[in-house]
């Protein structure tokens, strides 16, 4: 069995230009859907170079990128047997597997299991600085946009908002608006602020941030340990956004690549071997790929991890939760 320290993991990845191919198992046909999000998102760029990691890598693979509305389509996609390899939030796998028919699930989802932790989703709690709001207690009697209606990210507001012992109902005006529109109500007086699920250095706030004066503030670490997994505390780093000259705590929540329990043990420890062996392809297609970190990729599951990538993860050392 060969075993990899921390260090062989952060050196196994190869160029974009040379995937690392990988012994070709079998000569059938092997059909991978990758199913992401929005083309102009981080899912979309990423499972375009992982279907051509794929189709380069295991003999026979024929891929396709198909975009999607996200995590809780993804989902149920997958639990039709409708693609092999989907990108999902951690907050709407656990939904999924818990059966939450306020996210659009209305029986548990089963099938569902994960290939790899990849890069985190950060909750920010972004406010006008003349707010007075420097932690989420101080949201009280505020106005605040908690993300689209009934998604995973409003959803996890919810929670956020249960754990910290308030309801929306704390809130003198609650509106619920994805990046854009709650940005143009910051900036028009309007909202006070917004939270939101992002990855840092997120677009829609570095804008936000150089048109008025924001404040990023903090969600307390008990907050994350009330919410449970796969929610964990976490710090947005100080100099993420202009005029933040501090670390700030808050609330992290990972991304899944997530397969179902019909794809074969062995295409499933093929699709993590090269996707571990083949990390700068990925990072040459998005900046978040940088955040991927071998070692946690069988960390704080909401779902069983698919035995194929088990095996993968056993044999290079890859600690499993």
Do not use: W
């Not at 670390?247 to 699709?271: G, I, K």
């Amino acid at each position: 069995m060969t075993t990899f320290t921390r260090r062989d993991l952060g050196r196994v990845a190869l160029g974009a230009g040379a995937l690392a191919a990988l012994p070709r198992a079998g000569h059938a046909r092997t059909f991978i859907n990758i199913l992401t999000g929005g083309t102009s998102g981080v899912y979309y760029p990423l499972g375009v170079a992982l279907s051509q990691i794929y189709g380069a890598g295991i003999e026979g693979a024929q891929t396709q990128v198909q975009a999607t509305k996200a995590s809780v389509e993804n989902c149920v996609l997958l639990d039709r047997r409708r693609g092999e390899l989907a990108f999902i939030l951690g907050d709407s796998l656990m939904h999924a597997a818990e059966g939450n028919a306020e996210a659009g699930f209305p029986k548990p989802l089963t099938s569902l299991r994960v290939l790899a932790a990849i890069y985190p989703n950060f909750a920010h709690l972004v406010v006008r600085q003349d707010s007075g709001i420097r932690t989420f207690a101080d949201v009280r009697g505020h106005s605040l946009s908690v993300s689209a209606p009934a998604s995973g990210a409003e959803l996890s507001s919810r929670l956020m908002f249960d754990a910290a012992g308030m309801s929306y109902k704390d809130l003198s005006k609650v509106e619920y608006l994805p990046y854009s529109d709650s940005a143009e109500l910051i900036k028009n007086r309007q909202l006070d602020g917004t939270l939101q699920s992002a990855g840092l250095g997120s677009g829609f706030i570095r804008d936000l941030a150089a048109s008025i004066p924001i404040t990023i503030a903090e969600v307390p670490a008990a907050v994350a340990e009330k919410m449970g997994k796969p929610f964990q505390s976490a710090v947005i780093p100080a100099g993420t956004y202009e005029g933040q000259d501090a670390d700030v705590m808050t609330v992290l929540t990972p991304n899944y690549l997530v397969t179902h329990d019909e794809v074969p043990d062995e295409l499933a420890y093929q699709m993590a071997k090269l996707m571990y062996a083949n990390l700068d392809a990925l990072k040459a297609a998005h900046s978040a790929a940088n955040d991927i970190d071998p070692m946690k990729a069988a960390q704080n599951l909401p779902v069983p991890l698919h035995p194929g990538a088990a095996r993968y993860y056993q044999e290079a050392g890859v600690p499993i939760e």
